[in-house]
């Protein structure tokens, strides 16, 4: 087995891989998968939003890319207009420089968007990034086609919901996590079509239930075990305390041990491992994906996809190598990254739309033949790629995705510090960069919370909050308000980025380890590390045993 040349863990390549390298012309890889990935990761700063000027305009903006970047950066209505041609940048190939070089003072030059959105079709979502088709939105990342949702990751079709991560078609839903169809509910994880409930563990079609793990098609139940209604509304009224809420927070943490966890979340899947995963066949060591064909090592799909290895967060696209965020009628894509609608036989490529046969460009919309974004004929464009492709094998660059010296963004405001974290001393070591904090003196808080939600007053979004973690200000919004309100919940005491990582930790790492089923002894591999408590059942076992 080779061994990784970035962290010298060896890792497999198998045949199958093998075919897959030589259908899209590329070499073996030199590093580990985690390695791989990691490098994608940190190209994209999605929930990170800073204030900076329109390069172009000079108008106030807010954009993931930090008022010092070196990059130029436009507002998203200059960037999509007639004004902008990415063509203007081109420049020939220098065959005595290595390529990422070049490419790097390209980069530099070539204005980007300041966000990456769906921009001429969201309506009042300003503020999202990495999103699209959304109404009335605020604060919400990797989400779609969404109503009035607020402080959110990964929800698509919800309504009115908010402080929720990784979510599908939820409507009034607040602090929920792997939940699909839920309506009226908050605190779920792993559940679906559930409604008027609040701390719920993988269930299935239940209502009015508080406190429960492992049930189906159940109503009026309270740890488990049937209530009257007039029980169930008394404990439910009683959670718009926040000192009532913590308290029973550290309860169900210690109750849901009791009941056995499906070794991998999903569903319809054949032949796969990984984990949340839905209607996916052949798919390898692939995380928080649906209807993959034929996939290694992808996570965050958001629609179809065929024959893809290494990405991160594709969708409605085949025959894709290596590449992170595109999608959208995408073929046969190589070292690629934030390119979308029917972009084909491109590689290394950032920012590119509704392009073909492009080779080392960046910012371009409906172009083909374009090399460092200069126009070429046909003929032209397949020789000198050739060259290219010869020459970065001599220089060791050919088969390699982009070097952490070419990222746009800081580390640690990356999604490579969620899953790779390292330090600020570690990052730059390691040919990072890094983005000290803000000096900035952060106001004592304007009013004291009541503990309950009913002693709120409708002037609280005109006050100033102090995160509980992290220390910093914070505003409540109406919508948030309203939506506390709703559903008789008391006001968050921290902020957005805190409530949004402590979502994240809740989850399992994107790691399998070998585990015996709890029950059947069996071997399965399974994101549950073998020390950690939960009881952790193989596919069959855990099915039986649902309540």
Not at 57 to 86: C, L, R
Not at 177 to 187: I, L
Not at 392 to 405: I, L, N, R
């Amino acid at each position: 087995m080779p061994s990784c040349k970035q962290c010298s863990t060896a890792f497999e390549v198998t045949d199958s891989d093998r075919q897959f390298y030589a259908r899209m012309q590329v070499p073996e890889p030199t590093v580990c998968p985690d390695c791989r990935q990691q490098r994608h990761l940190c190209q994209i700063n999605q929930v990170n939003l800073l204030k900076r000027k329109c390069d172009a305009t000079g108008a106030d903006i807010v954009s993931n890319y930090p008022p010092e970047s070196p990059f130029k950066v436009y507002s998203q209505k200059h960037w999509f207009s007639d004004q902008f041609d990415g063509t203007k940048y081109g420049r020939d190939f220098d065959f005595d420089r290595p390529f990422f070089e070049q490419y790097q003072e390209l980069a530099k030059e070539v204005p980007r968007p300041c966000l990456f959105t769906d921009f001429l079709r969201d309506e009042n979502s300003d503020y999202t990034n990495y999103a699209g088709l959304n109404k009335n939105c605020y604060l919400i990342m990797d989400s779609d086609e969404s109503w009035d949702c607020y402080y959110s990751y990964s929800i698509n079709s919800c309504k009115n919901t908010m402080d929720c991560y990784r979510g599908d078609k939820l409507e009034l839903g607040y602090e929920n996590v792997d939940c699909k169809g839920c309506f009226g509910s908050a605190f779920l994880t792993n559940s679906e079509n559930c409604s008027d409930s609040f701390f719920l563990r993988n269930c299935i079609g239940c209502k009015n239930c508080i406190m429960c793990s492992n049930l189906q098609h159940k109503e009026y139940h309270v740890n488990n075990k049937p209530v009257s209604k007039e029980e169930y509304e008394k404990i439910k009224a009683s959670l718009s305390s926040f000192k009532v809420l913590e308290h029973a927070k550290k309860k169900f943490d210690e109750f849901r041990l009791k009941f056995p966890q499906k070794y991998m979340v999903g569903f319809q899947n054949e032949n796969c491992t990984g984990n949340y995963l839905v209607n996916c066949k052949n798919a390898v060591e692939c995380y928080d994906s649906r209807s993959i064909w034929d996939g290694k090592y992808l996570t965050q799909i958001f629609m179809p996809v065929k024959d893809c290895m290494d990405c991160d967060e594709v969708g409605n696209s085949e025959l894709i190598y290596n590449s992170n965020n595109l999608g959208y009628h995408c073929y046969f894509l190589r070292f690629c990254f934030h390119c979308l609608d029917e972009v084909h036989h491109s590689t290394y490529c950032n920012y590119c739309f509704h392009s073909k046969n492009l080779f080392g460009c960046i910012g371009l919309r409906g172009k083909q033949y374009c090399i460092l974004n200069k126009q070429y004929s046909k003929e032209e464009y397949e020789a000198l790629v050739s060259k290219i492709v010869a020459h970065m094998t001599k220089t060791g660059e050919w088969g390699e995705f982009f070097p952490a010296s070419t990222s746009a963004f800081p580390y640690n405001l990356t999604l490579a510090q969620d899953y790779y974290p390292l330090s600020r001393e570690e990052a730059l070591a390691q040919g990072y960069s890094w983005r000290d904090e803000d000096r900035r003196d952060y106001q004592v808080a304007t009013t004291k919370l009541p503990d309950d939600i009913k002693g709120v007053p409708d002037t609280l979004p005109n006050e100033t909050l102090v995160c509980g973690e992290c220390g910093k200000n914070y505003k409540i919004i109406p919508q948030e308000l309203a939506l506390y309100r709703k559903l008789n919940l008391p006001v968050a005491r921290r902020c957005f980025l805190c409530r949004h990582r402590s979502r994240m930790k809740s989850r399992n790492p994107r790691k399998l380890y070998d585990r015996k089923c709890g029950q059947c002894k069996t071997t399965i591999q399974t994101t549950y590390a073998p020390e950690r408590p939960e009881i952790v059942y193989c596919e069959k076992c855990y099915q039986e045993s649902m309540v």
